[in-house]
């Protein structure tokens, strides 16, 4: 068994290296319910055999111990030689192999089921969310606002909250599930949503902003302005470059996104019809975001949670807080 929980180290340990060094991506979800399964069957292992038969192995030496020291006894030999307390610690002793599968069990565990169904934290890697979300900032994400779902598959089997216009949302990124992306829900199923020169409209709506003045932009090293949108019950803020008016089109490389046919492009922006059980998504940093405008919609049984509370930022410490 020693030799066995060896290779799967090794194998666990090759396969980090290479999700680490970019040779092929990870899915940290099934490798965490793998770990979890692995390390169960270790300690059930430990709790119904390894260690009943250490306990019956001590007992033994304890009993032959005590039968010779009877039988010298009755010899006239009361002072006997040897103590096997020593012994009997090194066979009750739990083998590295058991300490390092079996002993993690309860830990790894609890980090399944909170990560599965409760919170999962999440950092900040690119400025798309800028000024709501910075580089660097590590948030957490709420798994059970919008329903329960099953680890792994991501099956939802309990509703909860619907999806809401002006969420924060983290979900696994279409063109490759195995990746997770967060950005802000503009529209929800049946909503028609419009990103026209720069302005959105949801269902023929101008969406109101107001201006916050400028903002200095650390990723291009530029001002932006900023303005306060009220998307759903709260206001949030966006950033815009009105100096730059980009031509909006489908650039997906291997072909056109599903329900593309709900969207008419032009070279003011975009126009989407949002099928049922998708959702429409915008950055905040609106000129600096690849989102819903470029490779489509996402499906609700994409959705990983609601994103709401920066934890930590060890670049800036005020940085720790909710957001909206």
């Known amino acids: 068994m020693s030799a066995l929980t060896g290779i799967l180290y090794a194998v666990l340990i090759a396969y980090l290296g290479g999700w680490y060094t970019g040779y092929w991506s990870g899915n940290f979800s099934l490798l965490l319910f793998i770990l979890t399964a692995v390390t169960m069957a270790y300690w059930l292992a430990e709790r119904f055999h390894f260690q009943p038969a250490r306990e019956r192995a001590a007992a033994d030496l304890l009993a032959s111990d005590t039968k010779r020291r009877e039988a010298l006894a009755a010899q006239g030999i009361a002072r006997v030689d040897g103590n096997v307390e020593g012994a009997r610690e090194e066979i009750l002793r739990q083998p590295w192999w058991l300490d390092w599968t079996a002993g993690l069990f309860p830990v790894i565990l609890i980090v399944f089921l909170l990560r599965s169904f409760l919170f999962e934290p999440f950092k900040i890697p690119s400025g798309s969310m800028v000024p709501t979300l910075l580089v660097g900032d590590l948030i957490l994400v709420n798994k059970f606002h919008y329903g329960v779902r099953l680890p792994v598959i991501n099956k939802k089997i309990i509703a909860n909250h619907d999806v809401a216009r002006g969420d924060v949302m983290v979900f696994r990124y279409p063109e490759d599930t195995s990746m997770d992306f967060i950005k802000r829900v503009a529209a929800v199923p049946?909503?028609?949503?419009?990103?026209?020169?720069?302005?959105?409209?949801?269902?023929?709506?101008?969406?109101?902003?107001?201006?916050?003045?400028?903002?200095?932009?650390?990723?291009?090293?530029?001002?932006?302005?900023?303005?306060?949108?009220?998307?759903?019950?709260?206001?949030?803020?966006?950033?815009?470059?009105?100096?730059?008016?980009?031509?909006?089109?489908?650039?997906?490389?291997?072909?056109?996104?599903?329900?593309?046919?709900?969207?008419?492009y032009s070279p003011e922006g975009v126009t989407c019809k949002v099928p049922a059980g998708h959702y429409f998504m915008l950055g905040d940093n609106r000129d600096n975001s690849r989102d819903s405008r470029f490779w489509g919609f996402v499906p609700d049984e994409n959705i990983v949670g609601k994103a709401f509370f920066v934890w930590m930022n060890f670049g800036n410490l005020k940085r720790i807080g909710s957001f909206n």
Do not use: A
């Open 190 to 264: 049946g909503d028609e949503v419009s990103y026209l020169n720069q302005r959105l409209y949801i269902n023929g709506q101008l969406v109101p902003v107001q201006s916050q003045g400028d903002y200095y932009d650390e990723d291009s090293m530029q001002y932006r302005q900023r303005f306060s949108e009220k998307l759903g019950e709260k206001e949030h803020q966006l950033l815009v470059n009105t100096q730059r008016q980009p031509l909006f089109r489908p650039d997906r490389k291997d072909g056109p996104f599903p329900f593309q046919e709900n969207c008419k």
